[in-house]
């Protein structure tokens, strides 16, 4: 089965460039009032794939002229020591955004830790009161990724309104988040989760299908309603041979890059299934490449409501 029309790739990097570049100039325009934005990352322990993550952000930080600072307590803190690392970072007022990276290692509790930081700089739109803001439509710092995610959508000129979103994953970081946005943007929505009757049926009605289950190619093509958008949330890191062959027998230049790397990255959707859409995001290039970008665009939102400064409801896009 085919679409009349080849799908068309949404260009996470594109867009984020964009995002990034309109965030320079906001971050110039603060700085010259003596206001320059500030983001503190805590990273804890040696997670392979959080150190790159927090670099990544840390190296936004530094492209856009954000002020940025890491700290790294070791994976033996404790919560009461990792709480009052946070409000060190709350009586700062050259920090205007925290970002505490996850997950925590297990004995830490990751909701008083998340709770312990003031709402007010909360860049990853974690703590309750944002949550709380966004559900009832006050401004708010939104999660990054699902920011991301209608970011995508709006720049690629693509409905949302009346739309059937269908999203597979209900997490408080990507899936619940994405809900409320893609309902305040009229979409009617759909929650699906791993105890979700007959999966497929709910899928197969989405206009447009955002896939944050965390499983590498889960959504398969019979899954997907052809023509329909496809935004996929999932990284998921493959190392096995035969596991890769099972997304990408027969694609030579994610082999070549694979057998140089030993790795590749594959969504939550079966890249088989891309092919049917009228649009999709992909992996990676896709959403994972706002989320740093939306990062920098809620550091700036917390810098200026700090300030007293004016702030529209998200989103950011056609604001
Ligand atoms: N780990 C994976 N994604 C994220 C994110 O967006 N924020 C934080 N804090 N941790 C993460």
Redesign the pocket.
């Known amino acids: 089965m085919s679409t009349s029309s080849p799908a068309k790739i949404l260009d996470g990097n594109a867009i984020a460039a964009e995002i990034k570049s309109e965030v320079a100039a906001e971050v110039s325009h603060l700085t010259a009032q003596g206001l320059r934005p500030g983001l503190a990352v805590v990273l804890v322990g040696s997670v392979a794939a959080s150190q790159i ?1 927090v670099r990544s952000k840390v190296r936004a930080c530094e492209q856009l002229g954000i002020f940025s600072e890491m700290l790294t307590p070791p994976e033996s803190v404790s919560t009461d020591e990792l709480i009052a690392i946070v409000e060190q970072l709350n009586a700062r007022d050259e920090i205007d955004g925290i ?4 997950p925590l290692p297990s004995h830490v509790d990751t909701k008083r830790v998340l709770d312990a930081i003031s709402p007010a700089k909360d860049v ?1 739109g974690l703590h309750p009161v944002n949550a709380g803001r966004l559900i009832t439509g006050r401004p708010a710092l939104a ?3 699902p920011a991301g995610v209608i970011e995508i959508l709006k720049r690629s000129h693509l409905p949302m309104a009346g739309q059937n979103a269908v999203i597979v994953g209900r997490s408080d ?1 990507a899936g619940k988040p994405a809900a409320v946005l893609l309902l305040q943007q009229n979409a009617t929505v759909t929650i699906c989760h791993s105890k979700t009757r007959d999966l497929a049926h709910h899928t197969r009605h989405a206009d447009i299908l955002v896939a944050a289950i965390g499983v590498p190619g889960f959504i398969t093509p019979e899954m997907v309603r052809p023509g329909a958008v496809l935004i996929d949330i999932g990284i998921n890191r493959i190392s096995d041979r035969a596991e890769f062959e099972k997304y990408f027998d027969g694609d030579k230049a994610r082999e070549e890059n694979f057998t140089a790397k030993g790795y590749t990255i594959v969504g939550d959707i079966h890249p088989a299934a891309f092919a049917l859409s009228s649009a999709y995001t992909p992996v990676p290039g896709g959403v994972g490449a706002l ?1 740093i970008a939306m990062l920098m665009v809620n550091t700036v939102h917390a810098a200026r409501m700090r300030r007293g400064q004016s702030l529209q409801p998200f989103t950011g896009a056609g604001r």
């Open positions: 993550y970002l505490v990276q996850l990853d999660p990054c990724t970081l989320t």
